[in-house]
């Protein structure tokens, strides 16, 4: 499979780009008559979305929790949802408080499906889930299954996106490949 670089510089515009986004509904920002929504907590999916949960929990203020949830790669045990865990449990999962769950792409969108059904399911808290929860991503497919509320980078093709966190060949991709396109409202098709 051919794979595409996704640099530093695209990661830190793509984080600005969803604190942009939640600018206006935060208190203070939205219009008359509606209710502003402010993240209590961000809570990142391990491993992709560690690096861009904990920048957007200092840009916001509030605190960081991380989730283990994987699909793609390979458990000796076999992918067990029993596994899922939090370090430790979020406070804000047992009230009616916001939650800005976060991912580094979402490719199939198998992950928050299964995150936002296991979350529903499990009752989280006394207000429901999906009213309360946000979701973005830095990078969404435009095939994926489920569609995040916001993705700073919108791709429309099937190659591996590196980011800079991950290492091919034992080295640190840097490398400027992935289109420089505005997320949500363009793709950004990267042949």
Not at 4 to 24: E, G, H, M, Q, S
Not at 163 to 175: D, L, N, Q, V, Y
């Amino acid at each position: 499979m051919t794979s595409i670089n996704y640099p530093y510089a695209n990661f830190l515009r793509d984080v600005d780009r969803i604190i942009t986004w939640l600018k206006p509904q935060r208190k203070g920002y939205t219009r008359y008559g509606i209710a502003p929504w402010d993240p209590d907590c961000v809570v990142s999916i391990n491993r992709g979305g560690l690096v861009p949960g904990v920048y957007l929990s200092h840009a916001l203020e509030v605190p960081h929790y991380p989730i283990h949830y994987q699909t793609r790669d390979t458990d000796p045990g076999g992918h067990n949802k029993n596994k899922w865990k939090f370090s430790f449990m979020p406070p804000a999962f047992f009230s009616e408080k916001n939650v800005l769950l976060v991912d580094d792409i979402n490719d199939t969108g198998k992950t928050f499906i299964d995150i936002m059904k296991w979350w529903e399911k499990n009752n989280l808290g006394d207000f429901p889930m999906r009213k309360r929860v946000k979701i973005v991503s830095l990078v969404q497919r435009t095939s994926s299954k489920f569609v995040v509320d916001f993705a700073g980078t919108i791709v429309d093709n099937k190659k591996w996106i590196v980011f800079p966190w991950e290492t091919r060949s034992g080295g640190i991709i840097c490398a400027n490949d992935l289109d420089d396109k505005k997320g949500e409202e363009q793709n950004a098709s990267t042949e």
